[in-house]
């Protein structure tokens, strides 16, 4: 399974922009990059996805490298509701989906 | 349209005892996923079924835990003989079986060991 890195946590106040990052620099030409959130004591969210173009959905802008070595994550304007765990995970389209989740950021927002 | 389902939300019961785990997939969705969420920790991966498929117990932590699936439908994680380090919350996902779509989560099941 490719792996992917993010900062353990990362801090925002209120009605900022959040650019949540995530290293994955093994992934191959069919995986694609997912991000869920965990709120606290409720399961995880799906956020949004791509493979090769940057993607915009009503929670949030996914950008993605060139190269697909990287991707960031976009929260146009922090709330105190995005305040959560983000996982950065990688679907490979041909393989085994396990689906596996790594240790995510936990970002905090204040007011 | 409903949403995954998972119950009971809690379960208490004594060490040595055994309990099952439900989850009600979203109609359609051929792949399940199990996970088990210790207190402040991450998504530990325990099994996946897909479609026909012989199911990936690769996350199963012990032969303690085991897992069902009838078709597409309804699964059943059951553990034997609990104990106290098998407290978490145990979460489950279905999804299309595409890496181009998203994957939703039940609410889980707290469970405590005492």
């Known amino acids: 399974d490719a792996k992917t890195t993010q900062p353990n946590s990362m801090e925002s106040n209120e009605e900022e922009p959040v650019h949540l990052p995530c290293n994955h620099s093994?992934?191959?030409?069919?995986?694609?990059i997912h991000w869920y959130r965990q709120l606290p004591s409720q399961g995880p969210e799906y956020v949004i996805h791509?493979?090769?173009s940057n993607v915009n959905n009503r929670m949030a802008s996914l950008a993605i490298a060139e190269d697909r070595k990287s991707s960031t994550l976009i929260l146009h304007r922090a709330t105190l509701r995005d305040a959560a765990v983000y996982y950065c995970?990688?679907?490979?389209?041909?393989?085994?989906?396990?689906?596996?989740f790594g240790t995510g950021t936990r970002l905090q927002v204040f007011p | 349209g409903a949403g995954v389902s998972q119950s009971p939300s809690n379960k208490v019961t004594e060490k040595g005892k055994d309990v099952e785990l439900r989850c009600d997939p979203i109609?359609?969705?051929?792949?399940l996923y199990w996970y088990r969420q210790r207190l402040g920790q991450g998504l530990e991966f325990l099994i996946y079924?897909?479609?026909?498929?012989?199911?990936?117990k690769s996350g199963l932590p012990s032969d303690r835990f085991s897992a069902e699936r009838t078709g597409e439908s309804v699964s059943t994680l059951t553990i034997q003989r609990t104990q106290q380090e098998d407290s978490a919350v145990y979460l489950c996902?279905?999804?299309?079986?595409?890496?181009?779509?998203?994957?939703?989560f039940g609410q889980g099941t707290r469970l405590t060991v005492v």
């Open positions: 996902a279905s999804s299309l079986h595409s890496a181009n779509t998203e994957a939703f």
């Open positions: 093994t992934i191959s030409g069919t995986d694609y």
């Open positions: 791509g493979l090769t």
């Open positions: 995970i990688l679907r490979d389209a041909y393989n085994t989906d396990k689906l596996i």
């Open positions: 109609s359609g969705h051929t792949a």
């Open positions: 079924f897909q479609g026909n498929s012989a199911p990936d």
